[in-house]
């Protein structure tokens, strides 16, 4: 379809073509889908292409209309300045179904004022146009709407500033960036406006969504995130959402996330936007075996197309299951099932297959428990505990032991840690005592162990890792009590910790 021309001279006409143009390309984008001549990934790419192009032409119209008006922002070169439009979600990723909102955050490259008859600062002029742009798109006429627009991702959501420049977005991120916006941030993407500068901010972006380390502690954030969505599809009795509902599209897509956020700082082909090349990436690299990756992507790509199905009936924002029964034929014939209940079956097989691999991610990995014994003696220490307890857990130096561990409870690095890091310590460090009484030298391993510890209390993503990975934690003591040189080294050098609890690296032990 040609695009259509937003004449500068008649703003008022731009609403009916943006719609009327939107309204078009929607229903060429349902008779290829219906008809089967676009598969599922076919369609997300083109309503995202849709989004795009109505975006660009919007910024475009407007940004002539504020020139004429208050001139443009300058930079510190001169150089005129653009609003930078990031694109998140699935329109980030390139997977936008076909009724969605789109998800967007403003920001521009630096302060500054605009050089027209009405000058107004950057932030003024920048958050303007903003706002002017999702009114264009948003609100609905005779026509229908253009695209729903979501700002409530940026810095400090509904509350905060409608843009921000580059410097007012590090700052944020740095001092208030929270787990939640890490797995958003993956798929950001530069989609109108400065695309150049955007990008470049964006990779500036890549250490707070991709730790340097092995990364474990994006498990908690997952935790977080599906809890609250669980206790809303249960306050709302959404439970036939496929979207947030149990096996649901959200479950695919944070499963896939939290891998990435993981290893994505080490492994840079982890970093990817799109769903369906995240997962096999993730398989590629050995992080997912390759039989879960296919069942992901057959769910994946199984719900997508019945979320666009659903959206299609009515053009509504909408991914629960329908009600009514001549919808339900209609949804269930057009997706080449005999009936309502056909489909049920297929939808049930496919969301239980997410709910499982979902329920393996996020459950406890703990290796063989820590005895009671060791678990109370370290959690009343350092006013309690007896040092019978080490000797029976087999400590030969147990009084020894026993002021180690004193002084380690009263340091200044335990002293310090966060609640959610003393609550991972605790869990930690009584397994820690259990792995180092079954190693060649338990109370060398016990020295070391707290030797470790003490070095990377700091780096709680070290914590989250032993927590996470019994078998990480297992090789760690052995590999310790074995050898005082590499010890040394990695209270030194603990990044090397990295390569050396890697789970899939299975190299020998050094000898004792």
Not at 218 to 224: N, P, V, W
Not at 343 to 358: I, K, S
Not at 438 to 447: C, G, K, W
């Amino acid at each position: 379809l040609p695009l259509p021309v937003l004449d500068p001279l008649q703003p008022s006409a731009w609403p009916v073509q943006l719609r009327r143009y939107r309204a078009a390309a929607s229903t060429r984008l349902v008779w290829r889908d219906v008809n089967g001549h676009d598969d599922v990934d076919a369609t997300l790419r083109g309503a995202t292409a849709l989004a795009e192009d109505c975006l660009q032409l919007a910024l475009a119209a407007l940004e002539q209309e504020f020139a004429q008006r208050h001139g443009v922002v300058r930079a510190d070169d001169g150089s005129a300045q653009r609003l930078v439009v990031f694109g998140l979600g699935k329109l980030g990723g390139g997977e936008l179904n076909f009724s969605s909102d789109i998800d967007l955050v403003y920001a521009y490259p630096q302060a500054g004022e605009s050089d027209g008859a009405r000058p107004l600062a950057a932030e003024e002029y920048f958050a303007r146009l903003g706002q002017r742009l999702a009114r264009l798109l948003d609100e609905t006429n005779a026509d229908g709407f253009c695209h729903r627009v979501d700002l409530r991702l940026r810095p400090f959501g509904s509350a905060g500033r409608v843009a921000l420049s580059f410097a007012g977005m590090d700052q944020y991120f740095q001092r208030e960036g929270r787990d939640w916006e890490r797995y958003a941030w993956i798929k950001a993407r530069t989609v109108a406006g400065d695309i150049a500068a955007g990008e470049a901010w964006l990779e500036t972006l890549r250490p707070f969504v991709y730790r340097r380390y092995l990364d474990y502690t994006a498990l908690d954030g997952l935790r977080e995130m599906k809890a609250a969505i669980t206790a809303e599809v249960a306050r709302s009795d959404r439970f036939d959402d496929i979207k947030r509902g149990p096996g649901g599209i959200r479950e695919i897509e944070f499963l896939a996330q939290a891998l990435q956020l993981i290893r994505g700082g080490r492994e840079p082909a982890l970093r990817e936007r799109r769903l369906l090349p995240a997962l096999r990436a993730l398989v590629e690299s050995g992080q997912m075996d390759a039989a879960d990756g296919a069942t992901l992507v057959e769910a994946y790509r199984f719900l997508r197309r019945l979320e666009n199905r659903l959206q299609m009936l009515r053009d509504a924002q909408t991914h629960r299951l329908p009600a009514d029964a001549d919808d339900r034929l209609r949804i269930a014939l057009g997706l080449g099932h005999a009936d309502w209940d056909a489909l049920l079956v297929a939808l049930d097989e496919q969301r239980q297959c997410v709910a499982t691999e979902f329920a393996a991610l996020l459950a406890p990995r703990r290796g063989q428990a820590a005895p009671d014994a060791l678990s109370s003696y370290w959690r009343v220490l350092p006013g309690g505990g007896d040092a019978a307890v080490l000797a029976e857990a087999g400590f030969a130096d147990a009084t020894g032991a026993d002021q180690s561990l004193r002084e380690f409870a009263q340091s200044l690095g335990v002293k310090s840690l966060s609640d959610a890091a003393r609550a991972r310590l605790d869990r930690v460090l009584p397994a820690l005592l259990h792995a180092a009484t079954r190693s060649p030298q338990p109370d060398a391993a016990l020295r070391r162990v707290l030797g470790l510890l003490q070095a990377i209390l700091r780096r709680t993503s070290y914590l989250a890792l032993l927590d996470e990975q019994p078998s990480a934690l297992t090789r760690l003591v052995n590999v310790l009590a074995r050898s005082a040189l590499l010890s040394e080294r990695l209270v030194a050098f603990p990044l090397l910790l990295d390569e050396l609890l890697d789970t899939r690296v299975a190299g020998p032990l050094p000898e004792p």
